[in-house]
């Protein structure tokens, strides 16, 4: 029985990409970690401030709603989140 012939596959090269401007300053998301972080440590520290100053500091006409804000800048920093690569 003859052999069969063996056949090379073709060396993949991926298709030439234009990227613009745009799609680079897009992808360069660097100082994504960064503000998550601060918005999480911000809510944080406003938080453990008001309860460590009994409710005299950061703002105290919010009263009990310190707390909302810190856990707003909280919440900011798990949106910044979803955009970290």
Known sequence: MPKS???KKADFTPPPTSRSATDIRLSNR???APVMLAMF???LAWILVYYVTGGDLPVKSFGNW???V???FIA???GFSTQWK
């Open 30 to 32: 660097n100082w994504v």
């Open 76 to 78: 900011a920093g798990f």
């Open 70 to 72: 810190g856990f707003v």
């Open 41 to 43: 440590l911000l809510g």
């Open 5 to 7: 012939r063996i056949r």
């Open 66 to 68: 310190n707390v909302a």
